[in-house]
C-alpha cells in the first residue's frame, strides 16, 4: 500500500522567512503533484512534477521532485501571510488516483 | 464558470437515510474522481470514472456507496442507509485525460454530516 508522508504537519513561520516542506513517499511513481486549501475551501493545484529532477517555481513557492529518492519538497521563500493555508502533496498511482498525504497546515506570523 | 460544481453544498441526513450527491465536472474532461476529506483519515480516494470504461471502485468505503456518470458527464455519488462516520466533505475532480500526468481539478465539495 502506497504512503505518502509529510513533514512538517504544522509550521508556523515569521514573514520572510525560508522553510521547506517534505513529501515522502513509498512507491515508485513520477508523478507528483501539490495543492494548497484554504479553510472551508477546496483544493487549489499549484504544481504538477513529471519527471525525475522536474523544479517548479511559482512566486515565493518553488517544487522539486526526486524520484530515486521517492521525495519532494515545497520550500518557501520569504514566506508572506497570504502563504497561511494547508498544503497537500499528492502521488499518482496507476496513472489516475492520488494519494495525498496528511497535509502541512502553514501559519505565517507578522 | 468553467470549474467544476457540486451540489448540494452542505447535507444534514439522519442516519439510516439515504443522500445523492451530484458533481458536474469541466466540460471536455474525460476522467471524474471522487475523494472525500475527513478530520480522521485525510484525504481518501473513492472512486474514478474514465470516459466509457468500467469505474475504479477500489477505494469505495463499503457497499453502500455507489457511483454513476450519465453521458460521460454528470456524476452521482450515492450514500444508502448512511452512518455517523459517513460524515465527511465529499470532493469531486476532473482531469482532461485519465492517462496519468494529468492535473486533477476539485470542485467546492459537499459537507455531509450525519446526525
Known amino acids: 500500500e502506497l504512503k505518502v508522508e509529510q513533514n512538517p504537519l504544522f509550521l508556523s513561520m515569521q514573514e520572510g522567512k525560508n522553510y521547506t516542506i517534505y513529501c515522502n513517499y513509498s512507491t515508485t511513481s513520477d508523478r507528483l503533484y501539490w495543492y494548497r486549501q484554504d479553510p472551508g475551501k477546496s483544493l487549489e493545484s499549484l504544481f504538477v512534477l513529471l519527471s525525475n529532477g522536474a523544479v517548479k517555481q511559482e512566486g515565493r513557492l518553488m517544487a522539486s521532485l526526486d524520484t530515486k529518492a521517492r521525495l519532494s519538497t515545497l520550500h518557501i521563500t520569504a514566506a508572506v501571510h497570504d502563504l497561511s493555508a494547508t498544503y497537500f502533496c499528492?502521488?499518482?498511482?496507476?496513472?489516475?488516483?492520488?494519494?495525498f498525504g496528511e497535509g502541512t497546515q502553514l501559519t505565517v506570523n507578522p | 464558470g468553467a470549474g467544476v460544481s457540486q451540489s448540494p453544498s452542505n447535507k444534514v441526513t439522519e442516519k439510516g437515510k439515504d443522500v445523492e450527491l451530484r458533481c458536474d465536472p469541466i466540460?471536455?474532461?474525460?476522467?471524474l474522481y471522487w475523494y472525500r476529506q475527513s478530520l480522521g483519515q485525510g484525504l481518501e480516494f473513492l472512486i474514478y470514472f474514465q470516459g466509457n470504461s468500467a469505474p475504479d471502485k477500489s477505494g469505495l468505503p463499503s457497499d453502500r456507496f455507489s457511483a454513476e456518470r450519465t453521458g460521460g458527464s454528470v456524476s452521482t455519488l450515492t450514500i444508502q442507509r448512511t452512518q455517523q462516520e459517513d460524515s465527511a466533505v465529499y470532493l469531486c475532480?476532473?482531469?482532461?485525460?485519465?492517462?496519468?500526468?494529468?492535473?486533477?481539478?476539485f470542485g467546492p465539495g459537499t459537507r455531509l454530516t450525519v446526525l
Open positions: 466540460s471536455g474532461h474525460t476522467a
Open positions: 499528492a502521488v499518482e498511482v496507476s496513472g489516475s488516483r492520488l494519494t
Open positions: 475532480a476532473s482531469s482532461l485525460a485519465w492517462l496519468g500526468g494529468s492535473t486533477q481539478y
